[in-house]
Nanobody, 122 residues
Framework: QVQLVESGGGLVQAGGSLRLSCTASGRTLSSYVMGWFRQAPGKEREFVAHITWSGGYIYYSDSVKGRFTISRDNAKNTLYLQMNSLKPEDTAVYYC???????????????WGQGTQVTVSS
């Protein structure tokens, strides 16, 4: 079992920045790819970014590439998402995810956090 707890969401103006954190607990965390998904009202949950345990493989969705940075601190069992140049269309609930594979499909993810709201005003 893996437990994930997100924090750091909030309200920010367009062009601003936020940093999300996800603290993970459980066994064999080194086996998991960690990532972020988001879900806007009325839309399906979509992939944002993920990173392998070593940090050697990182992948972003086209919609956030160049603006968001994913990282992890394995000593603290914490995953981060630094979000810069935020746009109103980034407004969503952001979910931390852990998966044994490398998947960008929400239905295949093994574990989810409870989500944190990010709202970007225009």
């Amino acid at each position: 079992q893996v437990q994930l707890v997100e924090s750091g969401g909030g309200l920010v103006q367009a062009g601003g920045s936020l940093r999300l954190s996800c603290t993970a607990s459980g066994r064999t965390l080194s086996s998991y790819v960690m990532g972020w998904f988001r879900q806007a009202p009325g839309k399906e949950r979509e992939f944002v970014a993920h990173i392998t345990w070593s940090g050697g493989y990182i992948y972003y969705s086209d919609s956030v590439k160049g603006r968001f940075t994913i990282s992890r601190d394995n000593a603290k069992n914490t995953l981060y998402l630094q979000m810069n140049s935020l746009k109103p269309e980034d407004t969503a609930v952001y979910y931390c995810a852990a998966d044994l594979g490398i998947s960008t499909v929400a239905a295949r993810i093994d574990y989810w956090g409870q989500g944190t709201q990010v709202t970007v005003s225009s």
